[in-house]
């Protein structure tokens, strides 16, 4: 695997190291030994399949505080997706900074969002499908979120929101919610 860090510190795209020969490709699509070895968090306590039947589709932004904080990795297996992260820890250089990338079936790549991050995507594609693990177990008193449409973070999103849960339209605004 080829783990490149983005602008926001301590999440990275992880990019496969294909091994090609006549039959196709092998690679590795997550190794902990690998992610210890770039400093990060394993992922290895639960894997979730998110399927989205029309592109346009918002789920986010979602993160967990502590004693649940979960990182979390993320691959799109059909279709295309456009994930962003938002640095949440108040005490970092790039806390409320945002970061965006398409992740698709096509190129493969993966997203590592380290504890403290809020994430959120939006399909594409009718039909995508995201594959991702996390650190920690889904705890519902644990669970924060933004609005997507937050004016204090100016995120912009690809396509107009066709479809999003009334639980992701109703996150407080910022600085409301900054309670870790």
């Not at 210890?36 to 979730?48: M, R, S, W």
């Not at 986010?60 to 279709?79: N, S, T």
């Not at 992260?85 to 790039?94: A, L």
């Amino acid at each position: 695997m080829i783990f490149e860090e983005t602008s926001l510190s301590g999440a990275f795209t992880v990019s496969l190291d294909k091994r090609q020969d006549d039959r196709g490709f092998f690679s590795r699509a997550y190794c902990t030994q690998e992610f210890e070895n770039h400093g990060l968090k394993p992922v290895g306590i639960q894997c979730n399949l998110a399927a989205n039947y029309l592109k346009g589709t918002l789920r986010g932004l979602h993160y967990q505080v502590p004693p649940a904080a979960e990182a979390k990795f993320f691959r799109c297996i059909q279709g295309a997706n456009y994930h962003v992260i938002v640095d949440m820890r108040p005490d970092s250089p790039t806390y409320l900074n945002h970061y965006g990338i398409e992740l698709s079936a096509e190129n493969r790549l993966g997203l590592y969002v380290p504890e403290l991050f809020a994430h959120g995507y939006q399909a594409l594609t009718d039909g995508s499908e995201a594959f991702y693990m996390v650190s920690e177990y889904y705890t519902p008193g644990c669970e924060r979120g933004l609005r997507y449409d937050d004016p204090a973070l100016n995120i912009r999103w690809p396509l107009p929101v066709t479809t999003i849960s009334e639980k992701d339209t109703t996150w407080p605004l910022l600085p409301g919610l900054l309670t870790i």
